[in-house]
């Protein structure tokens, strides 16, 4: 039988499947938990033996099918996403980078920051020994002595985790305003939420308004303002809504 020799490509997408399978496992767990089911009753809704779907958490089934996967992440109630990545070959023309989204929006942030004369740091390490603890965009504001914490949301998919996130981040961000008050005093921390006018982030808002109004009870209109006007943010916590396309940013109204 005629040997055929591992392609560069090959032995990538053998890395990556392993990667993608351990991913999946990882995910499946920790909602199998929070569902607080059993392995074996998966593995009965799937159509596998327990012992093969623990091999599936574990990340030890990279030539699972796709259909498995499709049925695993229905039983769970997480549907599964699958998309290659965008072409940026087939005519030669997109170098958009993977989260041009995201991107987008950090950039309008920061140019409203420079028109308003407000020093910024993107992606910032509030805890320096751990980079993936980094806030989207922080603005210093001199006059009136804040640092802006600011979070873009492109799309919430846990609304709590995100919110505890936010606030570590805050905590930590207090020793850099302490920093940066020098013999002054700290300056304070304002924090807010940016979230990208898209239709899901709409029906999120829709569907949980009142953790979001407890959640940041200052003004929308007020952290809506101090980004686009450069006046000065709400002493409480706020959300609004960014489009980067229109370069805009404008309050939450709620129903």
């Known amino acids: 039988m005629r040997r055929v020799k591992a392609t560069a490509e090959a032995t990538a997408g053998v890395r990556e499947a392993r990667a993608i399978a351990a991913n999946l496992g990882r995910e499946a767990r920790v909602t199998r938990d929070q569902r607080r089911l059993t392995q074996q009753q998966i593995a009965d809704r799937i159509g596998v033996s327990r012992a093969r779907y623990a091999e599936m958490e574990r990340g030890l089934a990279p030539n699972a099918s796709l259909e498995l996967w499709v049925k695993l992440g229905a039983a769970l109630g997480r549907s599964l996403a ?3 990545s965008r072409d940026s070959t087939a ?13 987008a929006a950090q950039e309008l942030v920061l140019k409203l920051g420079r028109v308003h004369g407000r020093p910024a740091s ?7 020994h751990d980079p993936s603890r980094a ?5 210093r504001d001199d006059p009136s002595r804040t640092l802006l914490l600011i979070e873009i949301i492109n799309r919430a998919g846990d609304l709590g985790a995100t919110a505890r996130s936010t606030d570590r981040k805050a905590a930590e961000l207090e020793g850099f305003a302490l920093l940066a008050g020098g013999d002054d005093g700290p300056y304070r921390v304002a924090l807010g939420w ?3 006018d898209t239709a899901a982030n709409r029906r999120l808002v829709a569907r ?14 007020a952290w809506a303002s101090a ?3 450069g006046t000065a943010p709400p002493s409480v916590p706020a959300v609004a809504w960014i489009d980067p396309r229109s370069g805009r940013i ?3 109204r709620w129903r």
Not at 122 to 128: D, F, H, K, Q, S
Request: aromatic share 8%; net charge negative; no cysteine.
């Open 135 to 139: 806030a989207d965009v922080v603005l």
């Open 91 to 103: 005519d030669g023309s997109s170098t958009d980078p993977r989260d041009a989204g995201h991107l």
């Open 82 to 84: 699958v998309a290659l």
């Open 194 to 196: 940016l979230l990208v």
């Open 122 to 128: 993107v992606e910032l390490a509030t805890r320096p």
């Open 208 to 221: 949980y308004p009142e953790f979001l109004r407890a959640r940041f009870p200052g003004s929308s209109t």
């Open 227 to 229: 980004l686009m006007e």
């Open 250 to 252: 404008y309050a939450m």
